[in-house]
């Protein structure tokens, strides 16, 4: 990574906010604060070492061979670019565990968008409901408008028959008028 | 034998329509020749109001356009002169009748025929929409769906900004190091400088004083005197 210096953001931020859900909102201004404050700075600070005119010192100060050594020092100075300590490295980590959840999530997210197709599938290939009788509802499986037979309830059908007979193990006298 | 299904049949009209061979217990029928009965939605064509387009349909190949006009008109003239059809009291209070019917109808019809259209055009919504919003709720499911893929995608770019992040922390404290060196060169120069420059002004200084000072000393008594004479006289010559 020390090859490459890094001068001024890539990204899409308005693009990339607008994909962020509600709750990372926060955390997303925080990182892009971060980006900012130090681009602020590095815009603010020149690139290159700053030249100094030996020259115009040379001719006034007294002290021998003071200027000369300082020009020739100053010209050999070989500043360290900072290391990342380790940094660069966590974010990598980071990025596999992220890629790994990412996957997951798009396998699960796949397997429902088939479970929706399929369903769609079939209702598309149902006939329209205004057309049905009455038989060819129950065979769509629009039990809303048909008493389905195969249910085995009694008159008024508004409950299974487990429910009738909890109801009657439950029951006193009273209940039944 | 004046049945309209069997006249249609007589003149060879098309069946009705097939609303499609999408029965779901399907292969127990055989939907082409026995295909599945549909309601009629708009009255059979009449003539006359009362007279179905079938009679006049089955008259044509025989007696042409005029036929079943004049069949009507001489089985009714038979019907009336041999008195079958007898013109007593309940014939014109049925002319009347009609007249009054007739009024009403046009009057009212519209209106009646609007509103209990818009009933049943409810109720086919209600049932249309069982069906409709199921395959509405399904679509926006997976466009929600492919929107969230389409989002989480933005892992990536989080990772980018933080390695940005990071970078530009970096560059921050080199370009902060090189100004740091750079001001601290100067300043050590500009120092020497300033010390050299207050050296030559006290120099100067001190040479001027001593210089003034040795001249003073060295003017002696006598010469002070005769200044003094020579400057007196030369006041007197230029006062005169």
């Known amino acids: 990574m ?116 399929a369903e769609l599938a079939k209702w598309e290939a149902m006939m329209p409901v205004e057309e049905m009788n009455l038989e060819e509802a129950l065979d769509a499986g629009l039990t809303q408008f048909v008493i389905d037979p195969a249910a085995e309830t009694a008159f008024p059908h508004d409950q299974t028959w487990e429910e009738y007979s909890e109801k009657l193990a439950k029951a006193t006298p009273d209940d039944f008028h | 034998m004046l049945s309209r299904v069997a006249l249609r049949s007589l003149v060879q009209q098309n069946r009705a329509s097939l609303v499609g061979v999408r029965f779901a217990s399907e292969g127990a029928r055989d939907l082409e ?124 770019d989080i990772i980018a900004a933080k390695k940005e992040a990071v970078g530009l922390q970096m560059e921050a404290v080199y370009r902060s190091r090189l100004s740091d060196a750079y001001s601290q060169v100067k300043k050590r120069l500009d120092y020497q400088l300033e010390i050299a420059n207050v050296m030559r002004r006290m120099e100067q200084k001190h040479m001027v004083d001593w210089i003034i000072n040795n001249v003073k000393k060295s003017i002696t008594p006598a010469q002070e005197a005769a200044a003094l004479k020579k400057c007196i006289a030369d006041l007197k010559s230029l006062s005169a």
């Open chain 1, 2 to 117: 020390a090859s490459k210096r890094v001068v001024a953001t890539a990204l899409d931020w308005a693009a990339l906010a607008s994909k962020l859900p509600a709750e990372n909102k926060a955390a997303f201004g925080g990182l892009k604060g971060k980006v900012d404050k130090y681009q602020r700075m590095v815009n603010s600070l020149p690139e290159t070492a700053p030249a100094i005119d030996f020259a115009a010192y040379k001719s006034k100060i007294t002290v021998p061979g003071m200027v000369d050594s300082f020009a020739e020092k100053y010209g050999a100075l070989n500043v360290p670019y900072p290391s990342d300590q380790g940094r660069l490295a966590e974010i990598d980590a980071q990025a596999a565990q992220e890629k790994a959840r990412y996957t997951a999530y798009i396998a699960e997210s796949n397997a429902k968008i088939a479970g929706y197709s």
């Open chain 2, 33 to 156: 020749n026995f295909p599945r009965r549909t309601r009629p939605v708009e009255k059979a064509p009449v003539r006359m109001g009362i007279f179905p387009e079938e009679w006049f349909a089955a008259f044509y190949t025989k007696t042409g356009v005029t036929g079943p006009y004049m069949a009507l008109a001489s089985i009714g003239t038979f019907l009336v002169s041999k008195e079958f059809f007898v013109m007593e009291h309940d014939f014109y209070v049925g002319i009347a009748l009609a007249a009054v019917l007739a009024g009403i109808v046009k009057s009212a019809g519209p209106g009646i025929t609007e509103s209990i259209n818009k009933e049943l055009d409810a109720d086919e919504a209600v049932y249309k929409s069982v069906r409709q919003n199921e395959i509405d709720a399904l679509k926006n499911a997976i466009a929600g769906e492919n929107n969230a893929q389409a989002n989480a995608a933005a892992w990536e």
